[in-house]
């Protein structure tokens, strides 16, 4: 590589999929000369060393933060006032802090306040992932073609801004600034609303009659299957979504249930006509999905993805 | 292919996905010395004619089907009866019909009163698909590994019985044979529901704003990409299976609501715990479906399927 380093020393406080592999994609990339890992669990800590993915790992996110000039948060957006509050003793003076939650306004509310005048708050959001966790889970290239939104409140200065965009797109991804709030917004939608059907539909499953439960396993290729690999991410982590983006998550329920109140009632009483019309013009949506490439490698024609019926 | 033939005449009536991807599959494996093939618009007929997956197109199914000793029925299931009522007078007296339609106990009253006594009705799902439609949608490998659930009614002949099943393994499928009104029920929650919620979901996002809808589009591999290529399938037939199974998908969509409002409740109050567990419930069950074999050959580690956040 002779894009030159970015960053001395960067301190990635919270190494799970997300964290490890911007840690592999940094290591790879040459973009800092050290790189520093906070864990909780001693089992993580060990991965991360096995894993050799940071120069050292520490347990307490103080030591872990000292002397760098980049922190990235990448705990749950629930533990970030408490992880923040225990690693801002270990804080230089001028640091950037950036994080990769999926929730902007609440981690603004959660963090700010622990840092200092000089230092540099840039919230990040890389919009990638898979429903595998943990620092095993990572991998270098995850970010490449994915978006990568960055929220910084008004007055953020520039340069911090600059260099974590720069941190991003030197991981393959499309960098992208939007007000936090906004982000909440669009995430509800696009995301949080999606797992959190997925989830209720495999709990609906799970709560069947256990002799029901082993069929819809086995059947499960009529589309449930992609439901039960959205329902499989961590269960932590999209507690902590749901109770940090309460409102605009519920706002979005409460839309999403007027649609399927109208769909139920067009079943109930035959109204073919309204259900078509409905379905054609959730079409469109894909066609759009598809012409902005974000359909995924193995979409165009993959058998295995999605089978109806 | 040293396998014997399974059937003289085997006439498809619906070229679409499945229909098609059947007649590419009995031509691959010579299982048939002929196949006729009935479509509706002047359009599928010249594409039949075009991949050449038929030796003779028609556009009547009582032409389609004359001298057949297999009959396959693969038009939109709201469509069964008045197929059945044009076919009738074709039929051999000892012909066995089959399907491939995702709701059985409508096509077994649709079908049924227009087969004479000695003709052998033997309802079939293969379950098998993708997002897209028409003839050109097909290919001979999609029933590979698969399950085709097979619902003869009491009384059904063993032998025709045997004849469907054999051409289903020839396809490469998993057949079992279920009770018509339990294959609804299963299929309400495996396939029917996902399919009303993801149409739903897309139709929340369809209803945004312009300026929202284009960012939904954008950040769509949050979770909400998943959905699209559901809501992507074809609305004709999806419109038929909720119209002909309607009582078992309300019954789902009712404990969907329960559920969903339970969660709905949890993040309103802030209760972490029980969106936790729930969560971590959800999990097992994405177990027993990788454990089943049922979870898609690019499921294991795949980071373009399904991006988190």
Redesign the interface.
């Given at each position: 590589m002779s894009e030159p380093q970015l960053f001395d020393r960067v301190a990635i406080v919270g190494c799970g999929l997300?964290g490890s592999s911007l840690a592999r994609a940094i290591q790879r990339g040459a973009m800092a000369r050290e790189i520093r890992a906070y864990a909780r669990s001693a089992e993580s800590r060990g991965q991360i060393i096995e894993l050799g993915i940071a120069d050292s790992v520490h347990e307490n996110p103080a030591d872990a933060v000292e002397g760098a000039d980049l922190v990235v948060l990448g705990v749950p957006v629930?533990a970030n006032e408490t992880i923040a509050r225990a690693m801002a003793p270990g804080l230089a003076p001028d640091v950037t802090v950036t994080d990769v939650g999926?929730v902007k306004q609440a981690v603004i509310r959660d963090v700010s306040p622990y840092l200092g005048s000089g230092m540099h708050f840039v919230p990040g959001?890389?919009?990638?992932?898979?429903?595998?966790s943990g620092p095993e889970a990572g991998?270098a290239?995850?970010f490449e073609n994915?978006?990568c939104?960055l929220t910084p409140p008004p007055g953020t200065d520039d340069a911090a801004v600059e260099r974590v965009a720069a941190l991003w797109r030197r991981c393959g991804a499309r960098v992208e600034l939007m007000d936090a709030r906004h982000h909440d917004?669009?995430?509800a939608?696009?995301?949080h609303?999606?797992?959190?059907?997925?989830?209720?539909?495999?709990?609906?499953?799970?709560?069947?009659e256990e002799s029901?439960?082993a069929?819809?396993?086995?059947?499960?290729?009529?589309?449930?299957?992609?439901?039960?690999?959205?329902?499989?991410?961590d269960?932590?982590m999209?507690?902590?979504v749901?109770?940090n983006n309460?409102d605009a998550?519920?706002e979005?329920?409460q839309?999403?249930n007027e649609?399927?109140s109208q769909?139920?009632r067009a079943?109930?009483w035959?109204e073919?006509d309204l259900?078509?019309s409905?379905?054609?013009?959730?079409?469109?949506?894909?066609?759009?999905?598809i012409e902005?490439g974000?359909?995924?490698?193995?979409?165009a024609?993959?058998?295995?993805?999605?089978?109806?019926?």
């Open positions: 997300i629930g999926s959001h890389p919009i990638a992932g898979t429903e595998h991998f290239d995850l994915r978006y939104i917004k669009v995430l939608i696009t995301s609303l999606p797992h959190l059907l997925a989830y209720t539909i495999v709990d609906t499953a799970a709560n069947l029901e439960r069929e819809v396993i086995r059947y499960s290729a009529g589309g449930f299957r992609d439901f039960t690999r959205i329902a499989a991410s269960p932590v999209w507690r902590d749901f109770l309460r998550v519920l979005m329920l839309r999403f649609d399927i769909l139920q079943i109930r035959g073919g259900l078509q409905i379905f054609h013009k959730t079409c469109e949506i894909r066609r759009g999905v902005m974000q359909a995924g490698t193995f979409d024609r993959e058998p295995t993805k999605q089978d109806d019926g």
